[in-house]
T-cell receptor, first 115, second 111 residues
């Protein structure tokens, strides 16, 4: 079974530009999460989808970040315009709806560098 | 919200020795505590977890202990091997789906 995949693996952009990150969850997983790790710090929760609906977006830093999950399958996270402090590793995770969302399966992450 | 502190940030051990990583949490409502291992170039992977109604759990060379009163939990790795070298994250869950992570511990096992 394929795991969570993320694209791209790395992205280097200049301040003010736009970047879109993509996540493909494990097939059949209705829960999808975005997290971010800024260098050396904790992995921080950004938001949680159940199918195509946003259940919790309390961790989104500001309105420059927009997450979507059209059709309840893959998800995108857009940063527009990017700022220096947005640099970090963005992880996507997924889990099945049953089971109380215990184990979250993580993708390899997208390393974003804003210059 | 939940705040998870993790120590140490780096840990170097001789192969065959034990490694211990400690975490504290702030929200007494947290009820699920997973540990994730992240190897180079990969995403975090669950290695063991414990629920608030259990004090200790063991799986081969790894074990986790939980002290609800003190709000701290620990990961123990015995007989460390080179493949145990990785970044380890503790986490706590208060809401049904949201995990709060520690800052990670980079473990290096010296041959």
């Amino acid at each position: 079974e394929a795991g969570v995949t993320q694209f791209p693996s790395h992205s280097v952009i200049e301040k003010g530009q736009t970047v879109t990150l993509r996540c493909d969850p494990i097939s059949g997983h209705d829960n999808l999460y975005w997290y971010r790790r800024v260098m050396g710090k904790e992995i921080k929760f950004l938001l949680h989808f159940v199918k195509e609906s946003k259940q919790d977006e309390s961790g989104m830093p500001n309105n420059r970040f927009l997450a979507e999950r059209t059709g309840g399958t893959y998800s995108t996270l857009k940063v527009q315009p990017a700022e220096l402090e947005d640099s970090g590793v963005y992880f996507c995770a997924s889990s099945p709806l049953e089971g109380g969302g215990n184990e979250q399966f993580f993708g390899p992450g997208t390393r974003l560098t804003v210059l | 919200g939940e705040n998870v502190e993790q120590h140490p940030s780096t840990l170097s051990v001789q192969e065959g020795d034990s490694a211990v990583i400690k975490c504290t949490y702030s929200d007494s409502a947290s009820n699920y505590f997973p540990w994730y291992k992240q190897e180079l170039g990969k995403g975090p992977q669950l290695i063991i977890d414990i629920r608030s109604n259990v004090g200790e759990k063991k799986d081969q060379r790894i074990a986790v202990t939980l002290n609800k009163t003190a709000k701290h939990f620990s990961l123990h790795i015995t007989e460390t091997q080179p493949e145990d070298s990785a970044v380890y994250f503790c986490a706590a869950r208060t809401s049904p789906y949201k995990l709060s992570f520690g800052a990670g511990t980079t473990v290096t096992v010296r041959a």
